[in-house]
């Protein structure tokens, strides 16, 4: 169920699933959408977008978008778009 809501605004204690994301994603560990984001993920590992991308990624090790990115994506290990 979770996997279809787009959220504006999420915290995320761990870890968070979600549909997509039209702004600001926090996540102490890491966060996953199942399609597309616009605005900014912010987490402590890593970001998973397994759709396109627009905005900002920002973790301490990774982010991933499977489609296109148009941004900004920092990382303390590696930026992939595929």
């Known amino acids: 169920m979770f ?8 915290i995320n204690l761990y870890a968070g699933y979600n549909g997509g994301l039209d ?3 926090l996540s102490g ?5 199942k399609y597309n984001m616009i605005g900014t993920k912010i ?5 998973i977008v ?6 900002a990624q920002l973790a301490g090790y990774f982010n991933f978008t499977k489609e296109h ?11 992939i778009v595929t």
Do not use: Y
């Open 3 to 10: 996997h279809r809501i787009i959220n504006k605004f999420s």
């Open 23 to 25: 702004g600001l994603e």
């Open 29 to 33: 560990f890491g966060s996953m959408l």
């Open 43 to 47: 987490s402590g590992f890593g970001n």
């Open 50 to 55: 397994l759709g396109s991308g627009k905005g």
């Open 69 to 79: 990115f148009d941004g900004f994506q920092a990382s303390g290990f590696a930026n």
